[in-house]
């Protein structure tokens, strides 16, 4: 990277995104809409900053995100602020804000957009990164849980990704937690010494989260800590048995991973990942789950719900990986070239008819060489140039190259503005 010495970069972990990288964005996004939509799910938009209480009541106060990894900081009255490290709060607190518990129905809604978390930038892991994501508010149906493992999945098929797995497992609830809780206790207290420090204050503070912990050392030692999953109350291990047996019968593969705790408190029962080998280190390509005391925690009433968000940045890793050309769907791109003195009214005209057509004219603009502007419509990706001779123009004529073939021929100009769609036809 070359920086001019009192120039100013772009913030550590966040970075800017250009056409053609914007097209594989958009391209996702429309099929993630379009996939949304056929499941029910109606798009919302929430802020990016939101009062920094909202993040601690709902991912819970010692996760790692709270604790480390959030940006905030105080507005000029002194509010404490947070951008959103996630969307499941923000959607909880517009759905509470708007009454949206008296609509009929479960509420299903989607989102997209920027999240922030302070963390070590690295492959798949920004500072400033993008997610999708949708939230189904109001049923403890697993049927819901389903539904969003199998939109999702059929999704990354729609995207044409193929090397991906989905792991499953149950956090339970406050019935059983209680009693696991007593014993994890005893287990870490046994094994403290041996755990990093980061552990040995989870210990203290919120036990459950030593799973997240991703220290080698520290995930050997929980090979033989008591699970949840073992020690579910007889709602949560139906639950957890109804999940898998609606997977199966919708043959959908699933790995059972005991030890998937994912980083929220706000989760209960259901939670699941989709993992990536193309992804590297974090293999995470979405990552959900039910939250069924959120609404309550928030101020609402017990309403239970089911939500997940996927990585944008990742799914484009994990895209690019697998070398699935994309190639976006719009009409040529036609870059009109001038060759002697030329009235830019001629230009204008011709832009504006391409352009009328659906097509998209490209112009220099400046005085340029031929070769230069043939060099510019090149480097544009133009799939053809119209050459404005003096010469031809004297017989209304105009030559079309095609930049894809390295073709060129003379055509009648009008006969060229009443055809055009034949003359500006390119291999998808
Ligand atoms: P999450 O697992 O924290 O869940 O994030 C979902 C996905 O966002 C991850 O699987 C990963 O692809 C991507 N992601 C997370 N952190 C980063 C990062 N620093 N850089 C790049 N990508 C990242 C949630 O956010 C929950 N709100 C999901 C949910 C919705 N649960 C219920 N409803």
Redesign the pocket.
Known sequence: MFLRRNAIPVVKGTKDIFTPEIELIDHINRTADEKYRQYGYKKIETPIMEYTDLFARSIGTYTDIVQKEMFTFSDRKDRSITLR????AGVVRAYLENNFSFNPGITKVHYNGP?F?A?RPQK????E?H?F?C?AIGSMNVLLDVEIIELHINLLHKLKLKDFTLLINSVGDKNCRKEYTALLDKFLRKNKSKLCENCRSRADTNPLRVFDCKNPTCQEIYNDAPLLTDHLCDECAGHFEKLQSWLKLKTIPFSINKKLV???DY?TKTVF?IQSTLLGA?N??????R?DYLIELLGGKPTPA??????I???MIALKEQNIPFKPDHKAQVYICTAGNFDEKIVIRLMDHVREHGYIPFYSYEAKSLKAQLKEADKLNCSFSLILGEEEMKKDQIVLRSLEKGSQENIDLNDFKKNISDYLKVKN
């Open positions: 490290p996630e969307g499941t999240m978390r963390e798949g892991r920004l500072r990164f997610q994501g939230e994912r980083g929220f989760y990942e974090q995470a390509l979405l990552g959900g789950g939250y089911v939500g997940t968000a996927v990585g940045e990742r799914l």
